[in-house]
Nanobody
Framework: QVQLAESGGGLVQAGESLRLSCAASGRTFSVYAMGWFRQAPGKEREFVAAIKWSGGDTYYADSVKGRFTIPRDNAKNTVGLQMNSLKPEDTAVYSC?????????????????WGQGTQVTVSS
């Protein structure tokens, strides 16, 4: 089992930055990748970013490429989501997930472990 705990959500204005953090505990040695997904009211959950734990390859949704990054700290078993130039359409509940098997990183079904989610609200 892997436990995930997120922090860092909040309310910001358009153009500002926000950083989310996801701390993993438990069987972290089994983690293959970690990812961030978001879900806005009335919309489906969508992929935001992911990182392979070994090697550090990163993947981003087109909608956030160039604005968001997914840094990691292996020693602390944490992964972040640095969000810059935020837009009102980025408003959503953001959740981090951990996958312990190889697969398509953009699919939320790959991730077996999830944090509780954190609200990000961007005002115009």
């Amino acid at each position: 089992q892997v436990q995930l705990a997120e922090s860092g959500g909040g309310l910001v204005q358009a153009g500002e930055s926000l950083r989310l953090s996801c701390a993993a505990s438990g069987r972290t040695f089994s983690v293959y990748a970690m990812g961030w997904f978001r879900q806005a009211p009335g919309k489906e959950r969508e992929f935001v970013a992911a990182i392979k734990w070994s090697g550090g390859d990163t993947y981003y949704a087109d909608s956030v490429k160039g604005r968001f990054t997914i840094p990691r700290d292996n020693a602390k078993n944490t992964v972040g989501l640095q969000m810059n130039s935020l837009k009102p359409e980025d408003t959503a509940v953001y959740s981090c997930g951990a996958a312990d098997r190889v697969g398509f990183l953009r699919a939320f079904t790959l991730y077996d472990y999830w944090g509780q989610g954190t609200q990000v609200t961007v005002s115009s």
